[in-house]
């Protein structure tokens, strides 16, 4: 029975060794893995911006701006409009309640 324990336990230890052995091997390619996912993400921002830079594209980000702001603008106008005419409508409601 003790010899069947000691050989059960020096298995184990022996596996256990391995296991971290193997563990300790992958973390390198694990950390190889992450910096080059990094680069190919910094390669990819270098090219993003580089794009960014043609007139083209400026001109097209210029168009969209102003095409949104004339959009914005009226319904701005119009939303600060209501907005007012609502709480002058409420003061107007509590004056006329505090005075009856």
Do not use: N, W
Request: charged share 25%; proline share 3%.
């Amino acid at each position: 029975m003790k010899l069947l324990t000691v050989t059960v336990l020096i298995l184990t230890i022996c596996h256990l060794e391995g296991a971290l052995v193997r563990r300790q091997a992958e973390q390198p390619r694990a950390v190889g893995i992450l910096s080059e996912y990094y680069q190919k993400l910094a390669d990819f921002g270098k090219d993003l911006v580089e794009k960014a830079k043609t007139p083209e594209v400026q001109s097209q980000v210029q168009a969209y701006f102003e095409k949104s702001q004339e959009q914005v603008i009226p319904l701005a106008k119009k939303a600060f409009t209501d907005t007012m005419t609502f709480f002058s409508s409420l003061v107007e409601a509590g004056k006329k309640a505090t005075s009856q």
